[in-house]
């Protein structure tokens, strides 16, 4: 979502003429998109910002300098920057972008300092003017905002209350994109399984719908979707996966916990067994899919058995890939409130403990994969290799191979695997697609 909403940002950017530059501490504009979904985050905003403050009063060059995003949502956040980092220019939030050249432009022209977090009418960024990072695969979003507040997230209190885009606008995007080569689109939103909730009674489609329409869009290749929500996803939408040949199989059903008295404080509204039940039923209508999920250790109140029942999960449904990661407070939020933290040093070991398992099944995953054919949508050159290219599979494994050269960026292509390790597959151009 934060990488989207960059992309818009520079959109509108270059819509008013501006070049993206070089160098970000030479530009003339700069923007620091925020997230506030993990501390680290918050402490490299600030440092950050810090380094802009030197550079600037050594050089003129940068005369502006803009914040947005989730952190100016927060009311401490705006106080702090008041306080410490009253020289910022334009402060934005996730609710104001569309508003960002507007406030940009009186900056200019009035000299005054521009701050914009909530409006009454917020008004949604135009899609079509983003820049998108890659030519072959795109972000759309499809909802803004999220209803669920989980009692550990920030989300809803800097992104706002849920809101759907129209259909009709989804599928416009979506061919303009196609018709400039685009392949592939991840369809975006925090939960996209309440798709249509808040569109008005004569244009609301469930998600299940909107999968079917994006899947006859012509030239489209490949359709992608996170995240899902495991209280909202329904088996319209399973069999939507099933039935649209377009869709990836490949399914992203963050579980964060696998213990289902924890999941009730966290206000997830489903139980380990509702979970199990919902990836049999994926499984058994799609076999061959492939998962991923999110996995948090250390919320408060977590036991030793807590912990148990998150690797009987994990053993259970065998993850392809996890983002697994250790609970950090968030103030503002229901679970910073909770007597029952957890000891740092107790939530490493713990994590240390679950990131063993899911290494090791997502290593025993990618052994399966040895002497088989995928199609691959090729992305790019090796970092390591330039005579390397890597592409990422249906199932959304990153795929590095040999045999092919740099005109087959943005291609499908087809690749057999010669050599598997834990978090790639190696292995060699077998055929070229499109």
């Known amino acids: 979502m934060n990488e989207h909403d960059s992309e818009n940002i520079a959109g509108m950017l270059e819509s008013m003429g501006y070049v993206l530059a070089d160098d970000p501490f030479k530009a003339e504009v700069v923007v620091l998109n925020t997230c506030s979904v993990r501390e680290h985050a918050d402490k490299r905003f600030y440092g950050m910002l810090g380094q802009f403050k030197k550079r600037r009063d050594e050089n003129k060059d940068t005369r502006i300098v803009c914040v947005c995003g989730c952190m100016p949502q927060q009311p401490r956040v705006q106080d702090e920057i008041k306080k410490s980092f009253s020289w910022v220019d334009v402060v934005f939030g996730t609710q104001t972008i569309g ?13 005054k300092k521009q701050f914009s977090i909530t409006a009454n009418n917020s008004i949604v960024p135009d899609e079509k003017e983003s820049k998108r990072l890659h030519k072959h695969k795109a972000l759309v979003n499809i909802t803004y905002g999220c209803n669920n507040f989980c009692t550990y997230c920030i989300v809803p209190y800097t992104r706002g209350r849920e809101r759907s885009r129209k259909p009709s606008d989804i599928i416009a995007e979506i061919e303009s994109l196609v018709k400039n080569g685009t392949k592939e689109v991840t369809l975006l939103g925090q939960n996209v399984n309440s ?27 490949r359709i992608r979707f996170m995240t899902s929500h495991p209280k909202d996803i329904s088996d319209d939408v399973i069999c939507a996966m099933r039935d649209c040949d377009k869709v990836c199989e490949f399914l992203h059903l963050p579980f964060q916990a696998g213990s289902s008295s924890l999941l009730k404080k ?7 067994e509702d979970y199990l039940d919902i ?12 998962f991923s999920t999110d996995i948090m250790i250390g919320f408060p109140g977590e036991t030793d058995q807590d912990v148990e029942d998150t690797i009987d999960i994990c053993e259970q449904v065998r993850y392809d890939s996890a983002f697994t990661f250790i609970y950090s407070k968030r103030r503002g939020t229901p679970a910073a409130k909770m007597l029952d933290q957890i000891p740092e040093d107790v939530k490493h070991e713990r994590f240390e403990r679950v990131l ?39 199932h ?5 191979f040999t ?15 010669t050599d598997p390790k834990s978090f790639s597959l190696n292995g060699e151009l077998v055929k070229y697609i499109l």
Request: no cysteine.
């Open 99 to 111: 508003d960002f050249p507007r406030l940009l432009n009186d900056r200019i022209s009035t000299g």
């Open 195 to 221: 798709y249509g909730k808040t569109l008005e009674e004569d244009q609301r489609i469930s998600f299940a719908q909107l999968l079917r329409q994006v899947n006859k869009i012509e030239g489209l290749e």
């Open 266 to 272: 966290m206000n997830r509204h489903y139980t380990k």
């Open 279 to 290: 990836i049999e039923k994926a499984k058994r209508e799609i076999p061959d899919l492939a």
């Open 356 to 394: 063993e398992v899911v290494n090791r099944i997502s290593g025993e995953k990618n052994a399966e994969y040895m002497g088989k054919t995928l199609e691959v949508l090729v992305e790019g050159t090796s970092k390591k290799n330039e005579a390397v290219l890597t592409g990422k599979s249906r």
């Open 396 to 400: 959304n494994k990153t795929v590095n």
């Open 403 to 417: 045999g092919g050269d740099k005109s087959m960026i943005g291609k499908l292509v087809q690749v057999k695997i």
